[in-house]
């Protein structure tokens, strides 16, 4: 596991423009209080990896590990588990953690490894493959796609599955967009507990690429109450539809065994989850 007693890559700054997940990002900060299990999404997501981990026997390979809230959830179940991330200071934030009180005794604390979902080679196979809260969508063309799709093949034991979670996009909302009234959401600074305000400024659709950019401002807060910090943060994704998504699948050597509308086994259907789970072919 990455040594958690490295000096914090979460630095102040100056407000500047980045990506969401870029250096150390107020959303990087604030991460774990605006996302959490309660999020609607997500809601039976950790039962759900953990029914799958359990019916192949592990080990886990997690894409997109973020701050470690499901390779913790599923290693205090007594699974190995492996958590893949781009992000060094999300990193950070999963190596600080413990695992869950009332863990089994034979769970062990995950491991992280920064690197690319559409090009890695760690050198072993596992048994589960998961891509939670819509980390796949982070990949904006069909070509990166296609290279994570079969990257994770080439990781995946003979018997092993892979589960994905992605948004259904709304065809309506795409078609008929109007700009949103400002959102605002309330998280808190992981290091000092301050408040980080986000606001949701703006929204670009590109129809034709299908992709989806969000502008926010993010804005931390001094123990006044003052604003210390802002940041323009740009959130960039690319909706997939579902059968999109299961040629992708197909191209990179899987096939489709279970398919549902939410973690908790409902029927698939249009603006919904779309949870898969896959198997070699």
């Known amino acids: 596991m990455t040594d958690s007693s490295h ?6 700054g100056a ?41 192949t026997g592990g080990p886990v390979l997690e894409i997109g590990a973020g701050t ?69 969508h982070v990949l904006l063309t069909p070509e990166d796609q296609l290279a994570s799709l079969q990257t994770m093949r080439r990781h995946l034991t003979e018997d ?14 795409l078609s008929s967009f109007r700009k949103p009234p400002q959102e605002e959401r309330r998280g808190r600074d992981a290091e000092t507990g301050r408040t980080i305000v986000a606001r949701l400024e703006d929204v670009d659709i590109d129809r034709f690429n299908q992709i989806l950019r969000n502008r926010w401002l993010y804005s931390l807060e001094g123990q006044d109450g003052a ?8 959130l960039t994704v690319r909706w997939t539809y579902r059968q999109e998504m299961k040629h992708l699948l197909a191209r990179a050597d899987f096939t ?16 919904k989850e779309q949870v898969l789970v896959c198997m070699p072919t």
């Open 7 to 12: 000096p914090s890559p979460l630095t102040s």
């Open 15 to 55: 407000r500047s423009a980045r990506g969401f997940y870029e250096g150390d990002s107020l959303h990087i900060r604030a991460y774990d209080t605006l996302h959490g299990s309660t999020t609607p999404c997500v809601q039976g997501d950790i039962d759900f990896y953990a029914g799958l981990a359990g019916r």
């Open 68 to 136: 470690g809230r499901v390779a913790w959830s599923l290693a205090g179940r007594g699974h190995k588990v492996t958590g893949l991330e781009l992000s060094p200071a999300m990193i950070w934030l999963a190596c600080r953690k413990s695992l869950p009180q009332g863990h089994t005794t034979a769970a062990a604390s995950p491991t992280f490894i920064q690197g690319d979902m559409r090009d890695f080679d760690l050198g072993a196979k596992f048994g589960l493959i998961t891509a939670p809260f819509r980390t796949f």
């Open 160 to 173: 092993g599955l892979l589960a994905l979670h992605l948004f259904d996009p709304r065809i309506d909302d």
């Open 227 to 234: 604003v210390e910090r802002q940041e323009d943060l740009i």
């Open 256 to 271: 489709v065994v279970e398919e549902y509308g939410d973690f908790l086994g409902g029927q698939p259907e249009h603006g």
